[in-house]
């Protein structure tokens, strides 16, 4: 299992590379949408520091973090080029600028900007991995704000009634866009899995040690039993939903980032130790957005 | 000089205030944010009662606004993307646009799902789509389409006034474009002749009716503002001369503006930004063959997205949807023949 420093560094990769994205976002250099990690980055570190390599993987819009911990789960690690690339339309994106931000698949990573959408995927690829036998579990994304969509029941009762090996992990981050959860989330979330016999774990932490040790035993219990488990991991996002208006209480997102997960690790490590982070961190973004930036952009007549 | 979005969110006022069963339902329309794209702004604060923001289920959305609209209300529905229309579509098609025909005509649904299409934004593929062409033919369902000529807030109104479901596609890049003026800017030598009520189309046709114009442009929604554009363009530099067919009413739609303008010019190009393939322009062309006198003397081509999804990359999302240069080469095709 990752180290402290291995943990802390992924978590500052997200946080770097996000405020790098909105940066450029706001410069002008960037056109379309983006949906900042920036605040949840324990989770991804968490969960993807006990994953497997092979197992499969379906995010959805706010998929940066989630991909960028995916990939550092690997045995090269994360490589934020490919990532920075898709988000500038290059060719060399990991799907060739198709994408972009939302829509990406890199290995056993797969994301999309459709609510819900993807959860009867993902229940579908843990189906596929129960038949071929394979020992490897589906793992999906989802926010408080997609609990409004009808497709996750229909998916929470089949992954049930089937004994599919799917984690569900729902990253509450008490919004949808501007709608607080007490506007569209009736009953418990809990209670939502419950109600078709699947087990929850929950936090409310943005320790990624508790998040780790949380989704240690989500995922271990997944892939013993082979039965679906739903990991509730309430969170907040320190920026706006995707690049503009935030209706937010200042005060209210000033008391979140109290609880910034890279402050409540960060003194696990040496000073040196964070330091060398740092370096290694600003280094790899300023590689990755450097080739990106020089690398072609796509051509549909290249690609017919 | 007013824009689109003014004239809907000026136009949601006015019903809101005139009629106190009509009621707004989406995700994310309460005040400040007032929607993501802001049609609704303003609405919550002046009828909070009225003005219901929603979880994000797009299919109960349109389901309880359905049977709102069968029990009397008249609720107009906001879809934040037009992409997620597939999910409404059981909603649409078995449900609202079927019961007043289903239930012999004993019932009426008063349905209005307003959503903004289109692409050019660099949205991707799940956020730019125009879908509305999965929709045209739906027995029962009205498909109405703003653009920048006619008043786009009395479409809207004549839509939550409308006694059947109306699916009202609004394209992303008209809410900040002003709303125009006849006799003026580059429509100061058309005349502009309405048809079709309430839901009010136009044809264009130059004041001076010696000139003999070579081709119709068929259009709607966004793609007017690139009509008009290639229209003054083959003016200019080929003294080519359009007439523009424009629809805001696109299903069902009246043929015989288009069967006059066809008599006059023999050459017809419709522009849309869904899919080729089975699209708005092959029923379009389908129906002229059936209907024109003299089809075999007649000449036309379509204009729309290729039939592959909207890239996020810029390079290919220009060489997906169809621009004001695509226009003009298929026009200049056209009247080579
Ligand atoms: C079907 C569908 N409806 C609406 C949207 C627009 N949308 C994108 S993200 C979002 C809010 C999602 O909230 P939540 O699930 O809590 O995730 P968070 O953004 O907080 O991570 C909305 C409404 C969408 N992408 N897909
Ligand atoms: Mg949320």
Not at chain 1, 284 to 302: G, M, T, V, Y
Request: charged letters at 20%.
């Amino acid at each position: 299992m990752p180290d402290n420093y291995a943990l802390f560094r992924t978590m500052l990769l997200i946080r770097r590379f996000e405020e790098r994205l909105l940066a450029e976002f706001s410069t002008g250099k960037l056109v379309g949408t983006t949906h900042a990690y920036i605040g949840q980055e324990a989770n991804a570190a968490g969960i993807f520091s006990v994953t497997d390599p092979g197992d499969v993987v379906f995010s959805n819009h706010r998929c940066h973090g989630h991909f960028l911990a995916y990939g550092a789960s690997s045995p090269e690690g994360s490589d934020p080029y490919r990532l920075a690339a898709e988000l500038m339309g290059k060719a060399t994106g990991l799907v060739g600028g198709r994408g972009g931000s939302q829509h990406i698949h890199w290995r056993n990573f797969y994301s999309n900007g459709i609510q819900g959408g993807i959860l009867p995927v993902a229940t579908g690829m843990a189906l596929a991995e129960k038949v071929n036998k394979t020992g490897k579990i589906a793992l999906t994304f989802l926010g408080d704000g997609t609990l409004g969509e009808g497709a996750l029941y229909e998916s929470l009762n089949i992954a049930s009634l089937w004994r599919l090996p799917i984690l569900f992990v729902v990253e509450n981050n008490h919004y949808a866009q501007t709608t607080p959860i007490e506007l569209a989330v009736a009953g418990t979330i809990t209670g939502r899995f419950s109600a078709f016999g699947i087990t929850t774990l929950e936090r409310d932490s943005t320790d990624v040690l508790e998040v780790q040790a949380a989704a240690l035993e989500a995922v271990g219990s997944v892939r013993r039993n082979g039965r679906p488990v739903g990991l509730i991991l309430h969170t907040y996002r320190f920026s706006a939903h995707s690049k503009g208006d935030d209706v937010r209480d200042p005060a209210e997102i000033a008391r979140a980032r109290e609880k910034d997960p890279l402050l409540i690790h960060a003194p696990r490590l040496t000073d040196a130790e964070r330091a060398r982070a740092e370096s290694e961190v600003a280094a790899a973004i300023a590689d990755a957005f450097a080739r990106a930036e020089a690398d072609p952009l796509p051509n549909l007549k290249d690609e017919r | 000089m007013s824009t689109v979005l003014e004239s809907l969110n000026t136009s949601l006022h006015k019903a809101m205030h005139t009629d106190e069963r009509v009621y707004l339902l989406g995700e994310d329309i309460l005040d400040p944010y007032g929607g993501a794209f802001k049609v609704t702004r303003g609405l919550s604060t002046a009828f909070p009662e009225r003005v219901l923001t929603t979880p994000i289920s797009e299919a109960a959305i349109v389901g309880v606004a359905s049977g709102m609209a069968l029990r009397g209300l008249r609720p107009v529905a906001e879809i934040m993307f037009g992409d997620f229309v597939t999910l409404i579509a059981d909603q649409i098609v078995n449900h609202a646009a079927k019961f007043r025909w289903m239930y012999n005509d004993q019932v009426r649904v008063p349905l209005v799902v307003r959503t903004p299409m289109g692409g050019r934004r660099g949205y991707g593929p799940t956020h730019s789509q125009s879908l509305e062409k999965m929709f045209l033919g739906v027995p029962g369902l009205h498909v109405v389409a703003p653009n920048t000529l006619g008043d786009p807030g009395q479409l809207l109104e004549a839509a939550i006034a409308d006694d059947d479901p109306v699916l009202f596609v609004e394209h992303k890049l008209l809410y900040t474009r002003p709303l125009l003026e006849a006799d003026k800017g580059d429509l100061v030598d058309y005349e502009i002749q309405p048809f079709g009520a309430p839901f009010t189309s136009y044809v264009l046709r130059f004041t001076n009716h010696a000139v003999k114009s070579h081709l119709t442009l068929a259009c709607y929604g966004y793609n007017f503002e690139l009509a008009r554009q290639a229209a003054l363009e083959l003016l200019m530099e080929r003294e080519i001369f359009c007439e523009i067919v424009l629809f805001s009413q696109l299903s069902p739609f009246a043929l015989d503006p288009l069967l006059d303008s066809l008599a006059r010019t023999h050459r017809l190009l419709t522009v849309e930004e869904g899919g080729l393939t089975l699209g708005w322009g092959a029923e379009i062309l389908a129906r002229l063959a059936e209907r024109s006198n003299d089809f075999s003397r007649c000449h036309f081509h379509r204009v729309a997205a290729l039939d592959l999804p909207i890239a996020n990359s810029k390079p290919l999302e220009d060489a997906i949807l169809p621009s004001v240069e695509t226009i003009i080469h298929a026009a200049l095709e056209l009247c080579e023949v």
